[in-house]
C-alpha cells in the first residue's frame, strides 16, 4: 500500500536507510559480526572467478559488485549483461562461479544464462528479493535483499539493497580469506543508512535541481570516473525510464572521444565527484563540456566539495559512496518526470519483471 504516499517510487526512495538498517540485521550472527549462510561463503571462497550476470539496475548494481570483490576479498570479476552472455558465452576460467543479481528473480534473460551454465555445471548464486521466484529455486543457493516488495517499475530500494549485500558478502567472503580488510564495514553501512535518511529527506533541493535542470530539456548527461562512473549509469537509466528524456551515463574521460559533440548550450551534465583519486580528473571533464556550453551540476561529496557544486552529499566510507550518490539521482528523476506530467510508477512501454527474452 502506499498509504499517504502519490507513487510507489517516493516511499520506496523513502524506505531505503530502513532496508540497509534491515540488511545488517539479516546479516549478522550471534556474536554481532556481519555473516553469511557458510555454504555460500565457501562457494564464493571455492571460485577462482566470479561471473555476475543481470540486466538493467541490476547490472549496474554488479558493476558495483565486481569493484568490492576485487578490492576487498581479492576475487577477480566479470560482470555481464545476461541477454548477451547466453549467446556470446567467454573463455571461463577453471573455477567460475555465476552470480545471478535480479530483483524479481524471474528476468528470463538471466534464466537463460542459469539454465546454460547448470547444464555445464557450474554453481550458481541468486541475489534476489523474492524467496521462492524462478531464479532463486533454480539456482544452487539464494542471497536475499530484504528491501520488502518494490511495487514501482523504476528499481530504487533494490538497488540499493544489492549494493549493500554485496559489500557485506565481499566483506565476509574476505574475512574467510584471512585478508586484511580495512573498513568497519558495519559502522560505516549505519553511517551511510544516517546519510540516506538525510538526502530523502531533502526532497526540496531534489525537486528543485529537475525543475532547474530537466523542465525543458531533451537529454542530459551524466559523468564521473570509477564507482562514480557505475552510479552515473544508474541516474542515467532512471531519468530514461521515468522522464523519457534521453539521458546517458558516461565515464568522464570518454565524453571527449566523440560524445562531447551531442553538448550543445544548456545541455545539463550531471557529474558525480566522490572519489578522490579521481576527483580533480571529473572536474576536468566538466570544465571541458562547460566550455561547449553545458549546464553543469555537481554533486560533491563532502571533504571534496569546491565553491560552485550544486550540492554536497554527506560523507561516507569512499567503498559506499554509490548508496548515497544514486539517492539524489533517484529523487531528481522523480520530480523531472513528475514535472513532465509522466506516470511514475508505471512508465510507458516498461513491466516490473521481463518474463519474455
Ligand atoms: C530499472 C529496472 C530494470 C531491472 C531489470 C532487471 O529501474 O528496474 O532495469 O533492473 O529489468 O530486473 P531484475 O533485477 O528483476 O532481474
Redesign the pocket.
Known sequence: EKGMYPHFMLKEMDEQPGVIRKILQAYENEQGELAMDENIVNAFNEADRLYII??????HAGLIGKHYFEKIAGIPVEVHISSEFGYNMPLLSEKPLFLF???????AD?RQVLVKIKALGYPSITLTNATGSTLSREADHTLLLYAGPEIA???TK?YTAQVAVLAIAAYVVAKKRGKTVEIDLKKELAITANAIQTLVDSKEEMEQIAHEFLAVSRNAFFIGRNLDYYVSLEGA??VK?ISYIQAEGFAGGELKHGTIALIEEGTPVFAIVTQQAVSLNTRGNVKEVVARGANPCILSMEGLEEENDRFVLPKVHALLTPLVAVIPLQLISYYAALHRGCDVDKPRNLA???TVE
Not at 543481470?54 to 547490472?59: C, E, F, H, P, R
Request: glycine share 8%.
Open positions: 543481470a540486466a538493467g539496475t541490476s547490472y543479481i535480479t530483483q524479481s528473480g524471474e528476468t538471466s517499475v523504476a528499481s533494490a537509466l532512471k525510464e516490473k519483471s521481463v
